[in-house]
């Protein structure tokens, strides 16, 4: 049973069966949508909106809260669904829309941002059930080339705009809402939800029963203290599936719940392949050796950059982004063969000190995965070994290289 199968067979009010993780991760995912025009906008909307900043919904009429039936407009759906897999996250609305379980939750204070100087891709809404509790949602990265590059900054800047307006947003609203307050997200929105949770105001904090960070990423070192942890010590829910990738990025002081997927490799990183039972997922007990191997591949490669070096490292790739031609991050990321052969052929066209940099960084990545490998740490991550030599321009032997 998946995400899907659960809002199709459990009919449980929340006064019978609790908030729990799975409804988390629907609610995460529902988030993906595109709502303006149906779902009210946050009153305090244009108070976000800096010079540059687009406010999506800016001119989104006020109104009622919405229920999950009001999100059913065909004559929106062609651009409603955002993300990297569209067609789970329509229907997971539709599902939303069909479960007696929800049919008493109303959605409201929507927020939507877009800024591609200062590289921003944000979004929120709130889910609140009767005068019982709240839901404080953030969407995770859309297909948006300036969503990716703000994903890389997290890399070496703390805090990234999207980050500092994830906190300005979970202030806003609480004034608002019922006393008991959930916090959550998936992928960049588990960022976005524990950080505003780590920088919430004591009085919202003391609120927050429980933060869901559904597979994503932490922080670069040092951006929260032990005593920033401490004070949600045992309120952190956090997922991850078996091959995680994007979930063990980074920085985190809370363990992972490991839960089981039915797809393999990056594929895990959708919430709607990992199992659930009764009304929990399934958990594992360890992460496999192939996700342990890239966290420690990927962990040991970050510390040699400076947050200088690694921000250079940044600019070169999307300056090979952008020679590609691409129109979304979809066509960069998750091309497979392709996105290699795009990115080399890319990074012949950028400056040499651009395409020095890259080389650079991906030479000390397959150094790092051959020395590994030679030791008998065995990975599951293959990268292909003539990349750093293709954008280089040299077609001599290449090293071994991970990706």
Known sequence: MNILDYLGTEFASF???????????????FCMVRAEGIVPPLRERKAFGRLGTIVKNLLSPSGRPAHFLDTLRAEHYEHMFSG?????????????????????????????????????????????YKKEFAYVGFRGTDTSITGWRENFNMCYTAPVPAQEQ????????????????????HSKGANLALYAALNASAAVQ???ERVYTHDGPGFKAGAFSPDDWRKLDGRIHRTVPQDSVIGMLMESHTPPLVVHS???????????????????????????????????????????????????IVDALFKAVEASGAQNATEVFFGG???????????????????ETLVGALGSLAELAGHR????????????????????????????FVG
Do not use: C
């Open 206 to 208: 003391d609120r927050i």
């Open 373 to 400: 490998v030679t030791q008998g740490i065995v990975g599951g991550i293959v990268l292909p070994h003539h990349l750093a030599d293709d954008i280089a321009g040299d077609n001599g032997g290449g090293q071994p």
């Open 337 to 355: 063969a392709k996105t290699v052969a795009l990115l080399s052929e890319a990074a012949k066209n950028i400056d040499g000190t651009a395409r």
């Open 84 to 128: 990297l897999i569209p067609g789970r996250v329509k229907e997971n609305m539709l599902a939303l829309a069909a479960s007696p379980r929800f049919r008493d939750m109303v959605i409201r204070d929507y927020l939507s941002l877009f800024d591609t100087e200062r590289q921003t891709q944000f979004a929120a809404m709130t889910f609140v």
């Open 166 to 185: 994830a906190a300005r947003y979970l202030e806003a609203v609480a004034p608002h809402l019922p006393r008991r307050l959930f916090v959550g997200g």
């Open 15 to 29: 006064e019978e069966k609790p908030f729990n993780p799975v409804d988390s991760a629907a609610l995460s995912q």
């Open 262 to 312: 039915t797809e393999r490799g990056l594929l895990q990183h959708s919430p709607f392949s990992w199992e659930v039972d009764g009304d929990d997922f399934v958990y594992l007990d360890n992460l496999t050796e192939n996700a342990r191997f890239t966290d420690a591949l990927l962990t040991e490669w970050l510390a040699r950059y400076s947050d200088e070096e690694a921000a250079a």
